[in-house]
């Protein structure tokens, strides 16, 4: 599976930005999709997730303002970053975990970290929000 993330640039605190993520190759394979981000000199930190029926799980910062959302048919997924702060600032990745055989969906780690669990991540893409 590869992925190829795209769409970080440069925004001003308060303004959007939306990320797509595409997977090809064997997409069939996945399931949980991820953001991830790293701030310089800062470890690698959880955003959001999203499985293939659209559970969703963000991480407490971004939640009302982040929406991860994902189309199937064309095998990417998006993150709309709205109201952005310059601590949003960093290296977004798209990861995403295999398919488990018989994933338990209604437990708490169902979705969300670790980032061990993804075993597909792409390139990263650059967000930097100025004050």
């Known amino acids: 599976v590869q992925l190829q993330a795209s769409g970080g640039g440069l925004a001003q605190a308060g303004e959007s930005l939306k990320l797509s993520c595409v997977a090809s190759?064997?997409?069939?394979?996945?399931?949980?999709m991820a953001w991830y981000r790293q701030a310089p000199g800062e470890q690698l930190e959880f955003v959001a997730s999203i499985d293939t029926e659209g559970r969703r799980k963000y991480e407490d910062s971004v939640k009302g303002r982040f929406t991860i959302s994902r189309d199937n048919a064309e095998s990417t997924i998006y993150l709309q970053m709205n109201g952005l702060k310059p601590e949003d600032t960093g290296t977004y990745y798209c990861k995403a975990e295999p398919k488990k055989p018989r994933p338990d969906t209604t437990g708490s780690g169902y979705l969300g970290p670790p980032s061990s669990r993804y075993n597909y991540w792409g390139q990263g893409t650059q967000v930097t929000v100025s004050s």
């Open positions: 190759g064997s997409v069939f394979n996945i399931n949980v």
